[in-house]
């Protein structure tokens, strides 16, 4: 008895400091990633030169003296998209791990939902019609009518795929069905808006279908960085209520998690965070599903870890897919959801040859 709680004590403290070294190697992947973004592009910047940039910046940032060019590139331009792609990565990995967490299946995504076609139709909508839905909030404001547009209507997708849920004998392959039936009937409204646009508005929203980071600023990192920022913490915080549903809900209320309240709030925030990021960048599938999965076969399926591990994961895939996407054929760019879906199907197909299927299904 005492050497078994022995061996349990041994492999709780290995399976940690396992888990503590591969989240530290993908916090320093991502930091070298950023700075290698920071330096790549049809206009190459060396390294030391944006740690002097960024330097000043931060020690003198009311500078009198008019920018430089590499400035004006690296903190107007490339430094936002950066940020911006982090902060997507990091939100999509994270609403994919939770979602997977609370409902029990692992190959549940934003993506597989149907979240993002719901939220696609919902941006949609507000490029099409913009302020004409309010008329009283100014053109200035048009991109948080598209994130509210993009929440409400991802926000319903999820709130069907949770009744279904509700349903005895529900089973994991139907809810992924009823993703994909979702997703069509959301596709099917974004194909008749773009039909019924003018051509300005038709290219907006088919750029914004490819998925890409052309509408990144620091007006939209304000934006998303504290949405995201509070969801993923929040999640965080949940880390050990989600833990606690893998050994079924009957066990999770017994401890005192009211398991139903968990499942609703946990998809408003996982909504949340997926939404206000896909409003700015469009479609990018896969980092909801690939994000986790990395994660899990390195380090478990703890969530107190779990979470943090698919955030780096997530913002690092975006943010090299991102780099490839602006660089491989500078100066023209390559949508990065076009990179994420090639990236996303050579890893899946990668997982079935290896026989590694088990792990997501």
């Known amino acids: 008895m005492l050497d078994s709680d022995h061996n349990s004590t041994t492999h709780y403290f290995h399976s940690r400091k396992r888990s503590f070294t591969v989240l530290f190697l993908f ?29 000043q910046a931060i020690t ?3 500078s009198s003296s008019p ?79 598209i994130i509210c547009f993009a929440f409400i209507f991802g926000w319903f997708s999820i709130l069907f795929i949770y009744a279904i849920s509700k349903m005895k004998g529900t089973s994991g392959a139907t809810l992924i069905l009823s993703g ?30 490819m998925g890409g980071m052309w509408g990144a600023n620091w007006n939209a990192v304000l934006i998303v960085a504290p949405i995201a920022i509070l969801c993923i913490l929040w999640l965080e915080l949940k880390a050990w209520d989600l833990n606690t549903l893998s050994a079924g809900d009957d066990v999770a209320k017994s401890l005192g998690v009211d398991v139903e309240r ?21 479609i990018i599938g896969f980092i909801g599903l690939m994000g986790p999965h990395i994660s899990r076969m390195l380090i478990g399926n703890d969530n107190r870890y779990l979470i943090p591990c698919s955030a780096c ?16 054929i500078a100066p023209v760019e390559i949508p990065v959801g076009v990179i994420m879906y090639v990236i996303g199907g050579a890893f899946f197909m990668f997982l079935i040859l290896r026989g590694h299927h088990r792990v997501i299904i």
């Open 27 to 55: 916090i320093l992947l991502l930091f070298i990633s950023f700075v290698y973004a920071l330096h790549a592009g049809s206009y190459a910047i060396p390294p030391e030169r944006v740690f002097e940039i960024l330097l």
């Open 60 to 62: 003198n940032p009311d």
């Open 67 to 145: 920018p430089s060019a590499e400035q004006i590139v690296i903190l107007g331009f490339r430094l936002p998209r950066i940020i911006l792609a982090i902060l997507t990565g990091m939100s999509l990995a994270v609403a994919g791990c939770v979602m997977q967490s609370l409902l029990g299946n692992p190959l549940v995504s934003p993506f597989t939902l149907g979240l993002s076609s719901a939220a696609s139709f919902g941006a949609a909508v507000g490029i099409v019609f913009g302020t004409s839905f309010i008329p009283f909030i100014p053109a200035l404001y048009e991109n948080a009518i």
């Open 180 to 209: 994909v039936v979702i997703g069509y009937i959301f596709t099917a409204g974004v194909m008749s808006l773009k039909y019924i646009t003018n051509d300005e508005k038709l290219r907006e929203i088919t750029l914004w279908l």
């Open 262 to 282: 968990l499942r609703l709030t946990g998809l408003l925030v996982s909504t949340i965070a997926a939404s206000a990021c896909l409003a700015f960048t469009g």
């Open 313 to 328: 994961i997530g913002a690092v895939i975006l943010l090299l897919s991102d780099t490839v996407a602006r660089t491989i």
